[in-house]
């Protein structure tokens, strides 16, 4: 089973700045199949990217992602009010699909 | 629009069973795979559980493994989880969750219901 590790747990960021979260995988993900997801309170997960770097449909442009192999990045370009949440990552690029224990992203 | 619609959640005692009961509507169902992702209270995702278009294809978490039996109606657009044995440590909101492209092996979700909570005490 591949382990993603999250990093850090908690970043406590304003709005206007950039975020960057970090997810380590313990063996290569095949294919660079990686997804990231946001979740707000009370909410569902929303899928942001998949392919490592592809963002989803309606997911605004100050999302991005990047990675290969183990180390994977999710940037957030300039912060938003509504960015703050906490989010995952997931690989399906083996079996079983793993997620992340998450990064909690909190106003300073 | 898509719609996932969980059901079947509720407080049971150790060692019961559970049937929970996910209704898709807004695409074509039995085009795509489905999954069950739960989350304990207080904690991160977990994957339960996923089939294929036609159930050629299961796979569950070891955590899970030999309970838990996923399974789907495609005339009736649903998709199942029937929890056998359950322990304190599946208690979570389960979440079913849609996949996102038909036809390949790329098993990450573009929809995800509201969640059914499960809770597993005496």
């Known amino acids: 089973e591949i382990v993603l590790t999250q990093s850090p747990g908690t970043l406590s960021l304003s709005p206007g700045e950039r975020a960057t979260l970090s997810c380590r995988a313990s063996q290569s993900v095949s294919s660079s199949y990686l997804a990231w997801y946001q979740q707000k309170p009370g909410q569902a997960p929303r899928l942001l990217i998949y392919?490592?770097?592809s963002r989803a449909t309606a997911i605004p442009d100050r999302f991005s992602g990047s990675g290969s192999g183990t180390d994977f990045t999710l940037t957030i370009s300039r912060l938003e009010p509504e960015d703050f949440a906490v989010y995952y990552c997931q690989q399906y690029g083996s079996s079983p699909i793993t997620f992340g224990q998450g990064t909690r992203l909190e106003i300073k | 629009e898509v719609q996932l619609v969980e059901s079947g959640g509720g407080l049971v005692q150790p060692g019961r069973s559970l049937r929970l009961s996910c209704a898709a509507s807004g695409f074509t169902f039995d085009d795509y795979a489905m999954h069950w992702v739960r989350q304990a209270p207080g904690k991160g995702l977990e994957w339960v559980s996923g089939?294929?278009?036609?159930?050629?294809?299961?796979g569950y978490a070891d955590s899970v493994k030999g309970r838990f039996t996923i399974s789907r109606d495609n005339a009736k657009n649903s998709l199942y989880l029937q929890m056998n044995s359950l322990r304190a440590e599946d208690t979570a909101l389960y979440y079913c969750a849609k996949k996102r492209m038909a036809g390949t092996g790329e098993d990450y979700f573009d929809y995800w219901g509201q969640g059914t909570l499960v809770t597993v005490s005496s």
């Open positions: 089939i294929s278009w036609n159930s050629g294809s299961i």
């Open positions: 392919g490592a770097s």
